[in-house]
Structures are given as C-alpha cells and as structure tokens.
C-alpha cells in the first residue's frame, strides 16, 4: 500500500498510510460501508463542508472500535486522514470515490436516508 497524504495538506510530521486512487477496490469499499458504524460516520462526513474530528462523530462504541471502523474507512479509501497538531481530521474521498464508481456513494447516503424512514418494523 502506498503512503499518500491528500493533495491539499502537507505533512505535519505524523502521516497515515492511504490508498491510491488506483488501488481503490469496489470490494474494499462496499465492505467499508456495509458495517453501520461506518457508514454512520459516512453519512457524518457528506453532511458536513469541512472535515470533523473522530470525536466529532458520535458512535455508541468504545474508543478502541471506533478507531478501528476510522482505519477500515482509511484503508479502503472512503475517508482521508490528516492530522493537525493532536486532532486526527477525517473527510469522505468523495472526488477519488466518484471517479472510480460513478454514483456509488451518493446512491448509497440516498439508500441510507430512505431506510431511515421506513418503520423499524420493515428494517430486517
């Protein structure tokens, strides 16, 4: 896997290893969002314009496992990460994800939302 820091920041002495766009797997991706956590912090990450913290999302998990779904997101090349001083910034590869699989990610956040509304009876 290649290190690879966003095109838009600079390594502030700490990076984290990313996919590159071409090392993106639409299997690594699917497995990504197919765990609700992570793809609560997905949904986290599109309805926002900057990038949030960890902490910023909210998951009723404990630290170590929300660190965990992070780095799955990290690795599968859905989210970026960059630290600035001692935060750890996430922000959703929406460019890299919708030039690879046109549409996936907006049809998946739009699947989310409609399943949102169903009653929870017809969820299973």
Same mark, same amino acid.
């Given at each position: 896997?290649?290190?690879?820091?966003?095109?838009? *920041?600079?390594?502030?002495?700490?990076?984290?290893?990313?996919?590159?766009?071409?090392?993106?797997?639409?299997?690594?991706?699917?497995?990504?969002? #197919?765990?609700?956590?992570?793809?609560?912090?997905?949904?986290?990450?599109?309805? *926002?314009?900057?990038?949030?913290?960890? #902490?910023?999302?909210?998951?009723?998990?404990?630290?170590?496992? #929300?660190?965990?779904?992070?780095?799955?997101?990290?690795?599968?090349?859905?989210?970026?990460?960059?630290?600035?001083?001692?935060?750890?910034?996430?922000?959703?590869?929406?460019?890299?994800? *919708?030039?690879?699989?046109?549409?996936?990610?907006?049809?998946?956040?739009?699947?989310?939302?409609?399943?949102?509304?169903?009653?929870? %009876? %017809?969820?299973?």
């Amino acid at each position: 896997m290649q290190t690879q820091t966003p095109a838009q *920041e600079q390594p502030t002495g700490r990076s984290l290893e990313h996919p590159a766009r071409d090392d993106i797997r639409l299997e690594g991706v699917l497995h990504a969002l #197919s765990d609700p956590m992570r793809l609560r912090v997905v949904r986290a990450l599109a309805a *926002e314009a900057h990038e949030l913290t960890c #902490s910023d999302v909210d998951l009723p998990v404990t630290k170590s496992t #929300s660190t965990h779904h992070f780095r799955v997101l990290r690795e599968c090349g859905v989210i970026s990460q960059i630290y600035r001083g001692t935060a750890k910034m996430n922000a959703l590869r929406r460019e890299d994800l *919708e030039a690879l699989f046109p549409g996936l990610l907006d049809s998946v956040l739009r699947a989310a939302a409609r399943q949102d509304l169903r009653p929870a %009876d %017809d969820r299973g």
